[in-house]
């Protein structure tokens, strides 16, 4: 499966553009407006992630500037009804945060931003994605710590411990929790600041939300600080 194309921009259309790569190949890769309006002019370079659609008369490849944004159409083309026209015509009118931020505050009209969605398809992606929102919105804070330390950490069985080590395991337990809440924090504190919020605005609502609800984990937390950052009224 071709994941990515890079070379010089040969041309661009309405919506697609013809690259050529150093072999010589040229790949037709169709985009969201956004992408579009990002690129160079011709003759400049681009590298695109890319995504295949394959149907029976057709094999299309699908391009996007990041692997977010590649992610997003991936969710978008799951919901019955949204094919890859639809779902980069949302990327196009909404772009990443706008989609993110939509669907996490459950606003279906901001969908009908989009050409071609109407009211009963903004409603199903309301509805259908709207809890698997935040798990995209976290991988990319997710995938930096996992840059930054370089730790793979692997889940063991537990033995069961004796009556003499269960104060230290309880306190082990513990201090496992608030390292666990921390992560959390940090994570939703990202996606918000990707979101566009302020870091104090964004601390507060991600402070409320974890007094509020101690266990809540990532995505939860940032569903929860989204509420309370929402417009009221």
């Given at each position: 499966m071709i994941g990515k194309v890079s070379g010089r921009l040969d041309h661009r259309?309405?919506?697609?553009?013809?690259?050529e790569t150093s072999g010589g190949v040229g790949y037709l890769v169709y985009c969201s407006d956004r992408t579009l309006v990002s690129m160079p002019g011709p003759g400049g370079f681009v590298s695109l992630y890319t995504d295949l659609l394959v149907r029976e008369d057709l094999l299309q490849l699908i391009g996007f500037m990041t692997l977010a944004e590649r992610e997003w159409y991936r969710l978008l083309v799951s919901?019955?009804?949204?094919?890859?026209?639809?779902?980069?015509a949302i990327?196009?009118?909404?772009?990443?945060?706008?989609?993110?931020?939509?669907?996490?505050?459950?606003?279906?009209?901001?969908?009908?931003?989009?050409?071609?969605?109407?009211?009963?398809?903004?409603?199903?992606?309301?509805?259908e994605l709207k809890a698997k929102a935040p798990a995209i919105m976290a991988m990319g804070a997710e995938g930096a710590r996992a840059s930054m330390t370089g730790e793979v950490i692997e889940a063991q069985p537990a033995a069961a411990p004796s009556p003499a080590s269960a104060a230290p395991a309880r306190s082990a337990a513990a201090r496992s929790a608030v390292a666990r809440t921390a992560v959390a924090q940090a994570d939703a504190l990202s996606a918000l600041g990707n979101l566009g919020y302020g870091p104090g605005e964004a601390a507060a609502?991600?402070?409320?939300?974890?007094?509020?609800?101690?266990?809540?984990?990532?995505?939860g937390l940032i569903r929860a600080a989204l509420r309370l950052l929402a417009p009221k009224g």
């Open positions: 259309a309405a919506d697609h553009v013809l690259i919901v019955q009804g949204v094919g890859a026209r639809a779902a980069l990327l196009g009118a909404l772009g990443t945060d706008g989609l993110a931020r939509a669907l996490s505050l459950g606003d279906s009209a901001a969908f009908r931003a989009a050409p071609g969605i109407g009211p009963k398809i903004a409603q199903r992606l309301v509805l609502a991600v402070t409320e939300a974890i007094g509020a609800d101690p266990e809540l984990d990532t995505a």
